[in-house]
Structure formats: structure tokens, C-alpha cells
């Protein structure tokens, strides 16, 4: 679909500029023009992409800015006005004594045709949630969401309206949202809280919701999400990097826990042992970068983007225009240190040989390490150990996170203080297998471990050698926790496992 205008109102804004800044707009192009900004003793500027026009040499005066003040709307606690029936937005600048010494008068449009490029994902149901810098066009897709939800595939839709916003000024909300209906929202303190009235009184099927900015309004969202209503929304940020940063929002994508791991879990996943993973389902299945008016980049799968990212990769968003779809490039990776670690990087194998407990009966540890007959003891303070074992329940504790802040000790949970939980867990640190010797052990995990990396980068099948029965499904657990595939092939004793590359990865 061509882009083409539903309907700006300009007339309706350039009417309440004083007399002497109308005669002096006519010969601008008026189409393109984004704001005008009036500051006290300065002239007032009109704003185009790209450039700045000044409309009048005289400075804005007092009787200037009183005079747009009283034909718009009251101003609200948020120093936002509008003017009834349209999609302008005025804006104000306080003095210290709360009077008005500056205004943005920003232009209102409705434009047909700016969801082209993402409207398979808004019709096959997709959450998403839109990105990008102010004046990008964020609220106008919204808009043109809304009217194409309810419109066109008659669904039930709620726009949560902050100041006005998405539905324009007044009671009547503007033709742009076609027939979804609104909850105005006054105070942006507000918004979560009629975000939550309009899905516990409304049922609606589709809510749309601009501006999720605060820790309270994310919740909000995830509660939305969790009763599966479709969510369409924008956030402060510009990428899915710089979201998933923001401490306070990216609960939205799943947000970030930091994981200890234990020496040869790390070692197991190629990563270091303090790693960053995705900590819940994201609210949004899809996130949508708005780079320019016409150039998106797509995340359809959040999840999937947001795993990639937290191992180092590239997330693989693709690159919408109206010529068609391309590979976004390649950014810089936020969360590199959850990255693979390049082979010729990678230490020896360390097993602790002193390890400190923390809330853990010491006894049990030291009975488990005779039955097993592993070449480490426990010691009674954290400055002469190799490695920290705790609870899983007390990994939190103030006390056990200044003791690693002191001393960079890796951290090994487990469950319950039990011997059987503990032997578990020993058994995994110390990758003791019955009736193996440590060599044959590490040689086997070393060579899954190489043929998982190749075929991650690589792309491709790699076959391993034959081993016995309890080698291979020690190979096979570490493939999966690569989450490759392993499968095994050949007759005893040529058995062997061939690893094989994820979908998305192959050819």
C-alpha cells in the first residue's frame, strides 16, 4: 500500500499561532514540517527533517506565547496540551515559578500504509513492541495498528491513552484508531494501573499502549501478556541491545540474571563461568526497531534474539524496506562475555582441590569425597579455598556475595543438603564417571566439546569416535547442553555419536 495522509489538521494548529508567524509559514512546505517551537526572547523556529527554519527575525514575546496558551486546550500535569479533534500535540516550558516561557507545537498526523512492513506479524497475532528515537513515526504505526486491528480484522481493541497521545484531544477519539475504543490516562503515573482496568474490565482481545517506560508499567505488560491478550506497544530505546540493558525494562524481552556456573558446566558450554541468560518469557513476541520511517529491523522470535545477544551473537534481525527483505547487519555484541570461548583460549580443566562450605554441612561433603575418592577436601575459610559450596536457596545471601566479591571464587549450588544431592553435584564438579579413568573422561568431553563448536560455526555433521556406552552419554549430555543434537550411530564397539548443527545453522 502506498503511504498517503488520513488527515493532518494543520489548519487547525497554525490557527492558534499568532498572526504574525501564520503569514510567515505559507511558503514553507507545510507537509513536512514536524514542529514549531516558540521560546520567550528568542524567534520562533519551524522544524523539517533535517533542518530548522526561522519564521520571523522579531524574538517571542509574552503576549505571543498567552496568546497560543488560550486557543488550545488546558494544559495538564504532564505541561501537555491539545486541541480537540486532532493529533497535535503542544508542549510546554516552565519557569521556576511556573509560568510558561517556551511551547513545541508538534504536528499530529495519520498516515495509511506505515504498518505495510510488519502487518503479517500484527495479523498473525504477534505481541510486539515497537523501538526507536522520538520522531521516528513509534505512535503514528500505533495508530494505524489500532485502526487495521479493529477495521479490518474486527477485533476488540483497547488504546491506553496517555495524555492523549494516540487518540487525539478531546473526548471523541480521532478516525485514525478506526473503531478501537480508549481509556484516556491524565497522569502518566498512572498508565500500568489502566493498563490492568482496561484487561480486567473490558476483555478486550488487542490492547495497544504507548511510551512503557517505568519498572510498574513492564509488570503490567507481563501481566497482560500472561492472560493473552495481544500487546502492541513502544518502548524508550532504540534497539533490542539497548533494552535489554535498560535494568528497568528488560523484564519486556525476559530480562537478564547473571549465572555462576560450576567449573565444568562452563566448561561443558564453552563459556566463562559468570554468564548472562534470559531470565523469564518475553512479553513481547516480536521486537520491531524503527531505524527510519521506511527501514525496519525485525525480530520475530524476542526469544530466540534475545538468547543469541546474551551468548555474544549477532541476533540475526532482518531488515525490512519496501524493496524487500535483507540480513540486518552485524552489530557489536552487547553481552560478549557469554560468548564461546575461541579454542586456542580455552585453560586446562581446574578442579578445585579446597573447597570452602557456605550454609552446606561440611561433613557430608568430606563422606562424599571419600566415596569417591576425589583428590580435594573441605577447608574453613573462604581465603584458602578453590571453589564455594552452597545452597541453591542461600546463592542470594549478602554475606556469600561479599565473600565472592573478595575473592573471585567460583560458586557450586546444590539443592538440598542431602548426600545424595551432594554427591550429584560432586560427581558433576569432579566429572567422575564409575569405571573411567580421569584421562579417558576429559579426552571424551574435549573431543564433544570441539565437534560442538565446529558444528555451531561451521554449520555442519561432525562424527565423533567409538566409545563406550557411559562415554557417549556423558558426550551426549554436554551436546545438549549446547543444544545441538547428538545422535548415535554404528554397532558395538564402532558406536559413536555424530553432532549436528541447529536448523537455523545448517548449510
Not at 504532564?78 to 511551547?103: F, P, Q, W
Not at 477519539?173 to 482496568?197: D, K, W, Y
Request: one cysteine or more.
Amino acid at each position: 500500500m502506498t503511504k498517503r495522509t488520513l488527515t493532518d489538521d494543520l489548519h487547525l494548529l497554525l490557527a492558534a499561532l499568532p498572526e504574525s508567524l501564520q503569514q510567515a509559514l505559507p511558503p514553507l512546505d507545510a507537509e513536512g514540517l514536524l514542529e514549531i517551537v516558540m521560546d520567550l526572547g528568542r524567534p520562533a523556529e519551524a522544524r523539517f527533517p533535517g533542518r530548522a527554519v526561522e519564521l520571523s527575525p522579531e524574538p517571542v514575546t509574552r503576549a505571543d506565547i498567552d496568546h497560543v496558551v488560550a486557543a488550545v486546550g488546558e494544559f495538564g500535569a504532564d505541561n501537555r496540551a491539545g486541541i480537540e479533534g486532532t493529533l497535535h500535540r503542544i508542549s510546554a516550558m516552565r519557569n521556576r515559578k511556573g509560568d510558561i516561557v517556551g511551547l513545541t507545537l508538534r504536528v499530529g498526523r495519520a498516515v495509511l500504509g506505515t504498518i505495510d512492513l510488519i502487518q503479517d506479524l500484527v495479523e498473525r497475532g504477534s505481541s510486539i513492541l515497537l523501538l526507536g528515537r522520538p520522531g521516528v513515526g513509534k505512535t503514528t504505526k500505533l495508530r494505524e495498528t489500532a485502526r487495521l486491528l479493529a477495521d479490518d480484522l474486527g477485533k476488540r481493541v483497547i488504546v491506553i491513552d496517555t495524555s492523549n497521545e494516540i487518540g487525539g484531544d478531546g473526548d471523541v477519539p480521532h478516525p485514525a484508531i478506526g473503531g478501537a475504543r480508549r481509556m484516556q490516562v491524565p497522569l502518566t503515573s498512572t498508565q500500568q494501573r489502566v493498563m490492568i482496568e482496561a484487561v480486567e474490565n473490558h476483555m478486550p482481545e488487542v490492547i495497544v499502549v504507548d511510551e512503557i517506560g517505568t519498572e510498574a508499567e513492564a509488570q503490567a505488560a507481563r501481566t497482560i501478556a500472561e492472560r493473552g491478550v495481544q500487546l502492541i506497544g513502544t518502548a524508550h530505546g532504540t534497539t533490542l541491545e539497548s533494552l535489554l540493558m535498560n535494568p528497568t525494562l528488560a523484564d519486556l524481552v525476559g530480562g537478564v540474571q547473571t549465572v555462576i556456573l560450576g567449573d565444568e558446566e562452563a566448561r561443558m558450554r564453552g563459556t566463562r563461568k559468570t554468564i548472562s541468560e534470559r531470565k523469564t518469557t518475553p512479553s513481547f513476541d516480536a521486537v520491531v526497531e524503527i531505524a527510519a520511517y521506511d527501514r525496519l529491523i525485525v525480530h520475530p522470535d524476542t526469544a530466540e534474539a534475545v538468547d543469541r545477544l546474551l551468548r555474544g551473537l549477532h541476533p540475526r534481525g532482518i531488515e525490512r524496506t519496501p524493496a524487500g527483505e535483507t540480513a540486518a547487519p552485524a552489530r557489536r555484541p552487547a553481552f560478549a562475555a557469554s560468548a564461546p570461548t575461541p579454542e586456542r583460549e580455552r585453560a586446562p580443566i581446574e578442579r578445585p582441590k579446597r573447597l570452602f562450605c557456605y550454609a552446606l554441612s561440611r561433613d557430608a561433603v568430606e563422606k562424599v569425597l571419600r566415596e569417591l575418592r576425589v583428590d580435594a577436601r573441605t577447608v574453613d575459610r573462604p581465603e584458602s579455598a578453590d571453589a564455594i559450596i552452597t545452597l541453591r536457596s542461600r546463592a542470594d545471601d549478602g554475606r556469600l556475595q561479599r565473600i565472592i566479591e573478595a575473592t573471585g571464587l567460583p560458586v557450586h549450588l546444590v539443592r538440598k543438603n542431602t548426600a545424595a544431592q551432594i554427591r550429584r553435584l560432586l560427581l558433576d564438579v569432579y566429572a567422575v564417571l564409575p569405571g573411567s579413568e580421569p584421562d579417558e573422561v576429559d579426552d571424551a568431553l574435549g573431543e564433544a566439546e570441539a565437534a560442538a563448536d565446529r558444528a555451531i560455526s561451521e554449520g555442519v555433521a561432525v562424527a565423533l569416535s567409538p566409545r563406550p556406552a557411559r562415554l557417549r552419554r556423558l558426550q551426549h549430555r554436554l551436546i545438549i547442553r549446547r543444544q545441538l543434537l547428538a545422535e548415535s550411530t554404528g554397532s558395538e564397539p564402532e558406536r559413536h555419536l555424530v553432532v549436528h548443527p541447529r536448523a537455523s545453522e545448517a548449510g
